[in-house]
């Protein structure tokens, strides 16, 4: 029960751009001004990109990317689908879209290349200004 508790709490955490998916140690890197500033960044470039229309407001996808040393994706992948094949295609396209990023930190760059995890929710979009 604990176990389930702290990986939905984790969840929720990358939900918010505080997280990341694979990896040990991402509690410390969670908090870290660094990494946060850029998972921060690139959400915000993911977003200016993203468009989806109509839907219900709960969609959510899960997709695991990965960034190589100069930032550009080298995979992207849907861990939970949204069962709205064209809202999953939507967050994909927003990733390539937005690639390339700037380089990513130095000491996290393996964590980056490994891939990163994120929640697309479609209500987060239309709350966007």
Known sequence: ??????????AS??????????????SGIQTDPAFLYYYQA??????RQWTFY???????TVVTFSINADGNVTSTRIVRSSNDRAFDNS????????????APPQKYREQFQQGIEAVFKLGELSSQG
Do not use: C, D, Y
Request: hydrophobic share 35%; glycine share 14%; net charge positive.
């Open 91 to 102: 967050v994909v396209r927003a990733i390539r879209s937005a690639a390339p990023f700037p």
């Open 1 to 10: 029960m604990a176990e389930k508790r702290r990986s939905e709490e984790a």
């Open 13 to 26: 955490a990358t939900a918010h751009g505080e997280g990341i998916g694979e990896g040990s140690g991402s």
């Open 54 to 60: 109509g839907g219900n407001s709960e969609l959510t």
């Open 42 to 47: 690139i959400r915000e470039r993911i977003k």
